[in-house]
């Protein structure tokens, strides 16, 4: 039991490898639960993309796991202007989630503009933003160009909410 402790001790690396492990694990099983149907005969199945993102990810957590185990470690986060060694902010982060919470329980009723814009202003004044008129400016040009850019671009409809006939 020791000599295995000693080898992991100091190596926090090696739980990213196993999450990229078990990440790899998932998304295999997933993809071999993928039926083949009528629609889906063509040469490259829907199975392709799934497994080869599963192999990257097995290669990854393999590669990482070696580096780890040879000696290798990645070099501390130095931030610019952040105090490494300060704890989390607990109201910004829970304010954070908090917005994402309401944004999602919001979105059919609010629709997808309207409620990504408030996020948007909402967070960027968690964060420190004491520009408010901007911040809502800027939230909203975002929200809408990413509406329309899921709506035109890709064909998924996003919920309108409030705006149904307007946008």
């Known amino acids: 039991m020791t000599a295995v402790s000693s080898l ?3 190596r926090s690396e090696l739980g990213i490898a196993a999450l990229l492990g078990a990440v ?22 829907p199975q ?5 993102v599963a192999g990257g990810l097995a290669l990854c957590a393999i590669a990482l796991a070696i580096d780890v185990l040879r ?7 130095e931030g610019e202007d952040v105090d490494l060694s300060a704890g989390a902010h607990w109201p910004t982060l829970l304010g954070l989630a908090g917005t994402i919470l309401a944004s999602a329980v ?38 809408v160009v990413t509406f329309y850019g899921f709506v035109l671009g890709l064909g998924i409809h996003l919920p309108a909410g409030v705006l149904t006939g307007i946008v």
Do not use: K, Q
Not at 38 to 45: F, H, K
Not at 48 to 52: G, H, L, R, W
Not at 71 to 77: D, N, R, S, T
């Open 106 to 143: 919001l979105m059919d009723y609010l629709g997808f503009v309207v409620s990504s814009g408030l996020m948007f202003s909402a967070s960027a004044l968690l964060l420190g933003s004491r520009r408010y008129v901007w911040t809502l400016v800027v939230g909203a040009v975002l929200s």
């Open 24 to 45: 790899a694990a998932v998304i295999t099983i997933d993809t071999t639960l993928i039926r083949r149907t009528a629609v889906s005969t063509a040469v490259i199945g």
């Open 8 to 10: 992991v001790r100091g």
């Open 48 to 52: 392709v993309v799934p497994a080869v």
């Open 71 to 77: 000696g290798g470690h990645a070099a501390p986060e």
